[in-house]
């Protein structure tokens, strides 16, 4: 079982570039999650998703977008990179429903944008 | 909208002793989940320790537990006979139990990097 795949790893852009970030999950989880994690600071959620054809906002959206065709995979878009999206990012889906839930998270995708 | 503070940024204990970790939060809401997250080099999520709002029994995972006081919002995590494999970023994070409105997500703390000397 893979879980949760990110890719890229790591990344650099330049300012004004743009790329996706890709997560998928083999665990059939209908709730997806984009966290970023700027450094010293908790994970602060971009995006969300309940299932396929359903995202919506969260705390820090402007800048990003997403889509959810399909319920393994939930890519994450960022247009007109800026130096404030510099960050690792984190892709996370939800097994279980209220307190039997677990949370998995991809290993991450550090981001700098020079 | 919730609020998760932890204001140790850093702690430190010697191996095989005891260190508590500090969390309050801010919350209008009844139900509730909070959640300790641990995040070792490897930058991996692990989850530690969850506690349910409702319950008065505190948590207790091995050698973790909590002492959740929900009058006064606090959720603090007790590591005993700490090992070197315990040195990581810790998060407390907060879930309302209502999932129509919030999409069950996390808030997430800012985070308590604990070193553990030999």
């Known amino acids: 079982n893979a879980g949760v795949t990110q890719t890229p790893k790591f990344r650099i852009l330049k300012i004004g570039q743009s790329m996706t970030l890709q997560c998928t999950q083999d665990?059939?989880?209908?709730?997806m999650y984009w966290y970023r994690q700027d450094p010293g600071m908790g994970l602060k959620l971009i995006y969300y998703?309940?299932?396929?054809?359903?995202?919506d906002k969260g705390e820090v959206p402007n800048g990003y977008n997403v889509s959810r065709s399909t319920t393994e995979d939930f890519p994450l878009r960022l247009e007109l990179a800026a130096p404030s999206q510099t960050s690792v990012y984190f892709c996370?889906?939800?097994?279980?429903?209220?307190?039997?839930?677990?949370?998995?998270f991809g290993s991450g995708t550090q981001l700098s944008v020079l | 909208a919730q609020t998760v503070t932890q204001s140790q940024p850093e702690m430190s204990v010697q191996e095989a002793e005891t260190v508590t970790l500090s969390c309050t939060y801010d919350?209008?809401?009844?139900?509730?989940?909070l959640f300790w997250y641990k995040q070792p080099p490897s930058r991996q999520m692990i989850l530690v320790i969850r506690?349910?709002?409702?319950?008065?029994q505190n948590a207790t995972e091995n050698r973790f537990s909590v002492n959740f006081q929900k009058a006064a919002k606090s959720f603090s995590l007790k590591i005993s006979d700490s090992q070197l494999g315990d040195a990581a970023m810790y998060f407390c994070?907060?879930?309302?139990?209502?999932?129509?409105?919030?999409?069950?997500?996390?808030?997430f703390g800012e985070g308590t990097q604990l070193t553990v000397n030999p």
């Open positions: 998703s309940v299932g396929a054809g359903i995202t």
């Open positions: 506690q349910e709002a409702y319950k008065q």
């Open positions: 996370a889906s939800r097994q279980g429903r209220r307190f039997n839930e677990k949370l998995f």
């Open positions: 994070a907060y879930r309302s139990a209502g999932e129509e409105t919030s999409g069950s997500r996390l808030t």
């Open positions: 665990m059939n989880h209908n709730y």
């Open positions: 919350t209008s809401e009844s139900d509730y989940y």
